[in-house]
Nanobody, 119 residues
Framework: QVRLVESGGGSMQAGGSLRLSCAAS????????IGWFRQTPGKEEREEVA????????PYVDSVKGRFTISRDNAENTVYLQLNSLKPEDTAMYYC????????????WGQGIMVTVSP
């Protein structure tokens, strides 16, 4: 089973950029469907903002298209989420998740990393 650890979060002013990392261990991350999710403070549901399947497809939620980019470094066994042109509404806890590539059901989750964007 794969273990995931996020890093790279923090506080940023609107318009700035951050890069989130999701380091995998225990298995090869390229064997999994990957998703980046976020959970806004006070809300229970997590929103998937970006995905990366084993065929290289990268769907994004409309609110982040053109601003966020998901990528994978197989040598580092790490998945990244580049966040550009940040907005206050991007403030959330961000999680990476991995799942079986056939159904893309996310079974493995990181602990989450906070991103705070001020006006």
């Amino acid at each position: 089973q794969v273990r995931l650890v996020e890093s790279g979060g923090g506080s940023m002013q609107a318009g700035g950029s951050l890069r989130l990392s999701c380091a995998a261990s225990g298995d090869d991350i390229s064997n999994y469907c990957i998703g980046w999710f976020r959970q806004t403070p006070g809300k229970e549901e997590r929103e998937e903002v970006a995905g990366l399947d084993t065929d290289g497809r990268t769907p994004y939620v409309d609110s982040v298209k053109g601003r966020f980019t998901i990528s994978r470094d197989n040598a580092e066994n790490t998945v990244y989420l580049q966040l550009n042109s940040l907005k206050p509404e991007d403030t959330a806890m961000y999680y990476c998740a991995a799942g079986n590539p056939e159904a893309c059901q996310f079974e493995y989750w990181g602990q989450g990393i906070m991103v705070t964007v001020s006006p």
